[in-house]
């Protein structure tokens, strides 16, 4: 099993910045990409940026050029850089992991998931 902590959300004014932090223990062999996916309030839950097996990172075009996603590979972190912060980014953010056939340039998903951080952005 592989387990997925997330921190660094919390409360922001529009424009102002946060980064949070996935760290993956347990059995991390198991996964080879990782990504931060978003459940905005009332809405489903979507991609927002990931780092694939073949180590691409892919963002959400509604984020692209705002946050940034890195990936420490031998501490099993993922780190999502968010500035210039908008209301439309209030959600829940999850991690997750997942084990893809290696080289691959997409993120579809996979099968461990974190515990999901608060994010609020107030206008």
């Known amino acids: 099993q592989v387990q997925l902590v997330e921190s660094g959300g919390g409360l922001v004014h529009s424009g102002g910045s946060l980064r949070l932090s996935c760290v993956a223990s347990?059995?991390?062999?198991?996964?080879?990409?990782m990504g931060w996916y978003r459940r905005p309030p009332g809405k489903q839950r979507e991609l927002v940026a990931a780092v694939t097996s073949g180590q691409t990172t892919i963002y959400a075009d509604s984020v692209q050029g705002r946050f940034t996603i890195s990936k420490d590979r031998i501490e099993s972190t993922v780190y999502l850089q968010m500035n210039n912060l908008k209301p439309d980014d209030t959600a829940v953010y999850y991690c997750?992991?997942?084990?893809?056939?290696?080289?691959?340039?997409?993120?579809?998903?996979?099968?461990?998931w974190g515990q999901g951080t608060q994010v609020t952005v107030s206008s």
């Open positions: 347990g059995s991390v062999s198991r996964i080879n990409a």
């Open positions: 997750n992991a997942a084990f893809d056939p290696w080289g691959s340039t997409q993120y579809d998903g996979g099968d461990y």
